[in-house]
């Protein structure tokens, strides 16, 4: 099998009947080892352009490469190197986490004398050792989501697909998913490309985005380059003494431009540079003797980025729930 964990794309077009162009004329590059956050409203093109690079649907026009295979002309190598879970988990309820592994071992052409301990390897990393001899209709909805992901990685594939994993996982499930989705680019160079409702989940887990609208990428880069081509962070002061509040603007001032009351009471700014101006504001606001109840920076966030590249708002975004899960460039340093 071939190290190239990269994918490539030129000008893919995916039409169907009437001339609909569900993908239209798309260009990316993801990079071997990278965590690849792929976002998008219903309808968009997303799962269209996760079918078209793992083989389910030929391309109508432009190129594929996955792991340096051709999608169109040489999908059973691309088949090879990737594993693939989708929205959709297709798990037989009659049979236990581990006669899962067993099976899809034989299905992959693992040796049988390695299928057992590569396949109870996985069961415990997902956390799923103790309940591998359960049947999988017992099974809750994020230990099926674990499964899959367990069954995904038996191959040892150098990308992993994941069609919006997470959705309608509470949050412990959730975490614990994303931490071995993490540990693989992290510790073993997987590729993963993923899409997602959930902003949150992108805005910390991947290390570039790109959005499709209407077929065509519309925006890429990392989220912190995304989020500075909206607008600056801003910085909201809420003054002990309401009648305060002139002061504070004028205190502000220097610091950035002046944005509309958001509550009442409060004066905003949106900063010329960013969060290291924080330190000179609070020094600012204790010079000229102002106290201060409230003090907070809102940074932009991915879904600020969403609506102005799209003109609406991901289903997902700002839905409660999403979990915590640390940046990429902390767990590396973990």
Not at 230 to 255: N, Q, T
Request: glycine share 12%.
């Amino acid at each position: 099998m071939s190290d190239d964990r990269s994918i490539e794309v030129t000008g893919l077009v995916r039409e169907f009947k009437g001339g609909v162009k569900a993908v239209d004329g798309v260009d990316l590059h993801v990079a071997s080892g990278e965590i690849y956050g792929f976002l998008g409203p219903n309808g968009a093109g997303k799962s269209t352009m996760v079918k078209m690079l793992t083989t389910l649907l030929p391309p109508s026009a432009g190129r594929a490469t996955v792991a340096g295979h051709d999608v169109a002309t040489e999908g059973a190598s691309v088949r090879a190197a990737i594993g693939v879970a989708l929205q959709d988990v297709a798990l037989d309820p009659m049979l236990t986490g581990r006669e899962h592994m067993r099976l899809q071992g034989g299905l992959q052409g693992i040796p049988r004398a390695e299928r057992g301990k590569r396949g109870d390897e996985l069961l415990e990393r997902v956390g799923l050792i103790d309940a591998a001899d359960r049947k999988s209709k017992t099974y809750s909805g994020g230990m099926k989501r674990r499964l899959d992901l367990a069954l995904a990685l038996l191959h040892g594939p150098s990308i992993l697909f994941l069609d919006e994993p997470t959705t309608g996982l509470d949050v412990q499930s959730r975490t614990a998913l994303w931490d071995e989705v993490a540990r693989l680019a992290r510790e073993e160079g997987t590729t993963v490309f993923l899409t997602t409702q959930y902003l949150e989940e992108a805005d910390v887990l991947a290390e570039r985005v790109g959005i499709i609208d209407r077929g065509r990428i519309v925006a890429e880069g990392t989220p912190a380059q995304l989020k500075a081509q909206v607008s600056k962070p801003m910085v909201e002061v809420v003054p002990r003494d309401g009648d305060a509040c002139g002061a504070v603007r004028r205190a502000l001032e220097p610091f950035g431009s002046p944005v509309a009351e958001r509550t009442a009471g409060s004066v905003a700014v949106r900063l010329t540079s960013g969060a290291e101006q924080l330190a000179d504001i609070v020094r600012a606001l204790d010079a000229a003797s102002i106290a201060v109840v409230h003090l907070a920076l809102h940074e932009p966030t991915l879904d600020d980025v969403f609506l102005a590249k799209t003109g609406r708002s991901l289903e997902g975004a700002g839905e409660p729930g999403a979990p915590p899960v640390a940046p990429v460039a902390e767990r590396a340093a973990a």
